[in-house]
């Protein structure tokens, strides 16, 4: 089981020392990713949360974490199909050149559909626009010269340059059996989201590892990486992966049984985190780092 431990990029906290105060110190502790999440826009009177009202850009975070770390992997998960999958190829292809090889690159279908009316993207049809979002994103990182014509994107002959390298692993998210069959055929592994229910994923993992199976694909070598809504309490009869320390511990031995190969604990979507003074969000964090650490 890898270690993993989600920068702060939500609400007051997230402040470039506070970035690098969190990426240096889990780099000296041994964790094996830093990860950032993407929410583009928050719709005014929307019910989703503290979480998503004020959050910080998934890529251009990562390449600051890049600039202040030298080992740690720097993971987003995810960033959305309403953008551009030629400008995404590229993106990533520049971080992962300036992170020297240390990218996770996680892609989702989207669910709010002011994001997707923002970008000027339809909403529907996501699951097929997600399928070519891949292709046209593995074309553009590996073909000499970039042709495509489908249903969603056109791209006319083009070199896209540089190519990652290594080419980063492609995660995709998604909980309904759609999508965890076509993380097995497509993907380079699956990540859950912050709504998932914990208790059930190993159901999830092996519906990944069928598809993959049937797609004549190796099931044993994909990753699945749990995103971590981690809230530190006193509380020892909650959800997995909050109460105290002891017990977030074992809800990661759990998870490991059930298949799952990388847990990041995820702070952002912790109530106590996110609306604090910057100053005690910054010492609960640090915190629990240390107590976390692998």
Known sequence: MRIGFAAPVSGPWATRDNLRRIATRAEELGYHEL?????????????????????????????YLAGVTESIRLGVAVVNIFEPPVLVAKQVATLQEVSGGRVTFGLGLGWLPEEFEAMGVDFAKRGRRGEEFVEVLRACWSEEVVRHEGEFYRVPASH????????????LGGGAEVALRRAGRLGDGWVSASREDLSGIAEKIYTV???A?????????????????????DAVDGPPLSGPYEKIRQDVA?????????????????????TADPDEAMRRAEEALEALAP
């Open 35 to 63: 990860w950032t999440f993407q929410r583009l826009l928050y719709p005014e009177n929307h019910p989703m949360g503290a979480t998503y009202r004020s959050v910080h850009d998934p890529l251009v975070t990562l390449a």
């Open 254 to 274: 759990a998870l490991a049984e059930q298949g799952v190969t990388e847990v990041f604990h995820d702070l952002n979507f912790d109530p106590a985190i996110v």
């Open 209 to 211: 590892k069928a598809a």
């Open 213 to 233: 199976s049937e797609a004549g694909r190796d099931p044993e070598a994909l990753r699945f990486v749990c995103r971590g809504v981690t809230r530190v309490s």
């Open 160 to 171: 896209l340059d540089p190519k990652p390298s290594p080419v980063p692993p492609l995660l």
